[in-house]
């Protein structure tokens, strides 16, 4: 216990990487909470898990997760020691599951074209298939940095199948084919239910409110300590590649930590939601067109130059104009836009998850929650969260990019798109509801094509004390975006560090099941 007490952990970037790599660190490693420092540029912790009342009866999102019960076991594994806010004697995963058996997802309503349902088929012809299966059948070293599109014909990308899983995942035909590989073995278990996703679980309210805020009062409790409004932009390392100095910068004045010989250093390199901004119901959202360095990108750039195997941070900021997208948060005044949505879609909020409009230029997605979707939200407010995968092009109805679009322009394309000016003019439609429209240059930068190298693992080889966290570091097989990576790279950095012998929470292979592979098959030759 005394070697524990003499231990200090310097954690990079206040997201849900190093929030869990604190609580292993608490939990498993027996360090003291005052020994723990997290490092945050901005004045917001929680990284892209955010919910925030953004001014008067608005609300916003930049990003919305479901979590599925195969394939979030370190997340969940998190979720059970961590208090619960809203209900004492119980954790945040008792919260879950509970809100889970009561709130049964089916989706009636997954693409809409033309301002109807679409039935429920993927499309696939026999080319498509073939094309599919094959994919799935090669390594990921054999597949390199290609693209997605580089082994499916162009018709592929018109099929249903293709529109319910790019918008699900915010997936491009430019994007990593090693990375959407991935991604379908991880959930080949599911491929029957992608249409319906009777599969997804939410948390009962935004993931702000359901696991960061009670993960920061639990961590905060045993003393961490939390440097806001300080950027962290370099590293010296000595030998043994130890990190020995910090070096960052609060506010204009530039500053540096001295690390002991037996303290540890975890730095969550990239972020999604760097140089990120708000619009509102007048305000187009600012858009980065720059090739400048976000803190966290900064941070990278520098320590790779100074070891070979940190990995090649300029191939995930290398194309704004591929891996931006644009989300947007609807807050709905009263229940009649609710009202009309329940009836387009005959489930109630909560009960079916994404509608994506397939014919949509901006190929735009809504989802309304199951409500209250924050803690003090106001009676009477429905929250929803919405985004686009095709901001650059012009809209169907309003004739403007989206990512030049307010918030008032972008409730007038939506609600064209479902027809709700047929019951309610435009003008009533709009004064009932607040848009606030968030622009993500790097929102999809963690699946532009990549090759072995260019993310660096975990615990680099031959590092003593220093470990990479987050979504951009390397943990094979597993898939990015997700609150899992996160958390199982949180898990794998805190368990070697620690030489801790009980195994990390396992992780579930749909590929090596007979029966996953049959009914997998079976789906995709429906």
């Known amino acids: 216990m005394q070697e524990a007490e003499n231990k200090k952990v310097y954690l990079v970037g206040a997201g849900i990487a190093s929030l869990a790599s604190a609580a292993y660190f608490i939990k498993e490693g027996k360090i003291l909470g005052k020994n723990i420092l997290i490092f945050e540029e901005s004045n917001k912790i929680g990284g892209s898990l955010d919910g925030e009342r953004f001014s008067g009866n608005a609300h916003v999102l930049r990003g919305y997760r479901v979590f599925e019960n195969k394939v979030y076991t370190s997340t969940f594994n998190l979720m059970s020691f961590v208090p619960s806010l809203v209900n004492g004697g119980k954790t945040i995963m008792d919260d879950f599951l509970r809100f889970n058996e009561e709130n049964i997802f089916f989706d009636k309503c997954r693409l809409v074209e033309n301002g109807i349902k679409i039935p429920d088929h993927f499309g696939l012809d026999f080319r498509d298939r073939w094309d599919l299966i094959k994919m799935l059948n090669r390594s990921e070293k054999s597949l390199g940095s290609s693209e997605i599109k580089d082994h499916f014909e162009a018709d592929f990308f018109e099929t249903n199948y293709w529109c319910e899983v790019c918008t699900l995942f915010a997936f491009q035909p430019w994007h990593s084919a090693a990375e959407f590989r991935r991604y379908c073995l991880r959930g080949l278990h599911e491929f029957p239910n992608i249409s319906t996703m009777t599969w997804v679980k939410s948390t009962p309210y935004n993931q702000y409110d359901s696991i960061v805020l009670p993960l920061l009062k639990w961590l905060k409790e045993r003393g961490v300590r939390f440097e806001e409004g300080s950027r962290v932009y370099d590293f010296d390392f000595g030998q043994d590649k130890k990190v020995e100095r910090i070096y960052y910068f609060k506010g204009p004045a530039k500053k540096e930590i001295i690390v002991g010989k037996n303290d540890y250093v975890l730095a969550t390199v990239g972020s999604i939601i760097a140089d990120s901004s708000n619009g509102s119901m007048d305000k187009v959202p600012f858009q980065k067109t720059d090739d ?111 990512s030049e679009c307010n918030g008032k322009e972008i409730l007038i394309e ?113």
Request: glycine residues 6%.
């Open 292 to 402: 400048s360095l976000p803190g966290a990108l900064e941070l990278w750039e520098n320590i790779s130059k100074k070891q070979e195997n940190f990995g090649r941070p300029s191939v995930f900021r290398s194309n704004i104009d591929k891996s931006k997208i644009e989300s947007f948060t609807i807050t709905f005044q009263d229940r009649d836009i609710p009202e009309l949505i329940k009836k387009f879609t005959g489930r109630e909020a909560g009960r079916g998850e994404i509608i994506t409009f397939k014919d949509s230029n901006w190929l735009i997605s809504i989802i309304v929650p199951r409500q209250p979707y924050f803690i003090n939200q106001p009676k009477g407010l429905t929250v929803s969260w919405g985004y686009a995968l095709s901001p650059d092009k012009e809209g169907n109805y309003v004739k403007k990019k989206m």
């Open 414 to 526: 939506l609600f064209s798109h479902f027809r709700f000016y047929k019951e309610i003019r435009m003008e009533e439609l709009i004064r009932k509801s607040i848009c606030i429209p968030s622009m993500l240059p790097y929102g999809t930068s963690q699946f532009l094509p990549r090759k072995d190298g260019d993310r660096p693992a975990v615990i680099p080889k031959g590092s003593k004390n220093f470990a990479f966290i987050g979504q951009f570091c390397e943990i094979p097989e597993e898939i990015a975006f997700t609150v899992e990576y996160s958390v199982r790279s949180a898990q794998i950095a805190v368990f070697s560090l620690l030489n801790i012998k009980e195994k990390m929470t396992p992780m579930f292979k749909s590929k090596k099941r007979i029966s996953v592979l049959y009914h997998a098959l079976k789906a995709i030759f429906k």
